[in-house]
């Protein structure tokens, strides 16, 4: 099984800053995800980080707020930008398998909390 | 349309208790593939079970048992003789098994258990 590291682990932001939240897996992957949980709530989805290309963003989610890099297949980042307190969540990168596709694997987890 | 149904929203039982999380999923695929989530108050997602379209055998791990049945679209999860450590909230998840959407994972809103000592 594949290990997921994040960076950082929580932080307390300013509004209006911007933050980069790494995303670093210990093997190679398939594929890449990023998750948002606002308080209280479920897991949505964010986008699918492609490696080498443009993310795949889900409705509501666009780039300008939320840019995605992924070099390589094994490291991926998320930026949250011009932050309000509505972003704060737990922001979730997750990976699928080479082996089994679709067994998903899933960081611990970024804590934002927007002032 | 949501794809994934976890009608309760909170559940309390007292320790040693048997308690049933309930999950029902509307999928139009015939190959998809349905999960279990852990999520203790440090946040983290703890995977506990994947089970795929084709095989309805239930499952026991320990305390846990899955009851999978594709003739109501459902996936239970029952912890038997629960302790205070279960306390958490639980996530069904279902991925589907298409190109557009490989991978992506959808999830229910989550059963918050809370095990009383």
């Known amino acids: 099984s594949a290990v997921i590291s994040q960076k950082p682990s929580r932080d307390i932001c300013q509004r209006g800053t911007s933050l980069t939240i790494q995303c670093q897996v210990d093997s190679q992957v398939t594929m890449m995800f990023w998750y948002r949980q606002q308080p209280g709530q479920s897991l949505t989805l964010i986008a699918t980080a492609n490696q080498g290309s443009e993310a795949t963003y889900e409705s509501g989610f666009v780039i300008d707020k939320f840019p995605i890099s992924r070099p390589n297949l094994t490291f991926s980042t998320l930026t949250v930008s011009n932050m309000s307190p509505e972003d704060s969540s737990i922001y979730l990168c997750?990976?699928?398998?080479?082996?089994?596709?679709?067994?998903?694997?899933f960081g611990p987890g970024t804590r934002l909390t927007v002032l | 349309a949501q794809k994934v149904t976890q009608a309760q929203t909170e559940i309390s039982v007292v320790e040693k208790e048997d308690v049933t999380l309930d999950c029902v999923y509307e999928?139009?695929?015939?190959?998809?593939?349905l999960f279990w989530y852990k999520q203790p108050p440090s946040g983290e997602l703890v995977f506990l079970i994947r089970?795929?379209?084709?095989?309805?055998q239930n499952e026991i791990s320990g305390r846990y048992s899955w009851n999978f049945q594709k003739s109501t679209s459902s996936f239970n999860f029952t912890i038997t003789a629960s302790q205070v450590v279960d306390s958490a909230v639980y996530f069904c998840a279902l991925s589907e098994d298409r190109g557009s959407t490989l991978g992506r994972l959808y999830f229910g809103r989550g059963t918050q258990l809370t095990v009383w000592p």
């Open positions: 089970r795929n379209s084709f095989d309805e």
């Open positions: 997750s990976a699928l398998g080479v082996s089994s596709y679709n067994e998903q694997f």
């Open positions: 999928t139009r695929d015939t190959t998809y593939y």
